[in-house]
């Protein structure tokens, strides 16, 4: 029996400077710049050797601005270093003052969950039914990377990790993180979306879902 052939997002050239003219996105981490060893190369003086990266996490992909001369842009809107962008079927990538130089196609968009939850990359503040939630600094840290992995099992050293930046230690932190994802889903829930929403998988960690289980 032939495996089942999994549809791949792509990004396409809208100018015939950019090659190639249609990138398939097989791998976990692709290139955009004016380097010879970029895989997509934008031969654009104003566009810096290593400018932008997508990164697949899922089913899902973000472009990263890597500290180019003159920005990222998605739709018109500036990609800002360190926050990545989620890419969504047909949105258009500006390099600088080259304009819109390539177009991001999903072959299957419904791959990527619709959330009630939504982060406004620009201003990073998260949106939970239309509303903006009022989150710490730690609060955010936690649920910016729960978000970047919606759907899957977040491990509590790696949910420890992105509210610390450290090795979890489960002697010193344990109390702490159970604390820190209490608090967490407080948030939510006076949102209206609780632990329907930031699932415990017990011994495990963690699962953000896109929509609450019914």
Known sequence: MEHEQIPLARLVALHDEITPAEFLLVGTEHTIGRAPTCDIIVQRQTVSRLHARVVREGPRHFL????????????????????????????????????????????????????????????QIFYLLAQPLELTPGQHKL??????????????????????????????????LDRAVSNLRGVLRRAGQGDELLQTRRGMGYVLLAQPQT
């Open 64 to 123: 990263h601005d890597v500290g180019s001369a003159n920005g990222t842009f998605v739709n018109g809107q500036q990609v800002v270093s360190p926050h990545p962008h989620l890419l969504s079927h047909r949105d258009t990538i500006s390099l600088g003052t080259a304009g819109d130089v390539l177009r991001f196609v999903d072959p299957d968009p419904t791959v990527v969950p619709i959330s009630r939850l939504r982060l406004d990359e620009r201003a």
């Open 143 to 176: 649920l910016t990377y729960l978000y970047r992995h919606m759907g899957e099992l977040c491990s509590r050293e790696g949910c420890a990790e992105a509210i610390w930046g450290r090795n979890y230690d489960p002697g010193l932190d344990a109390e702490a």
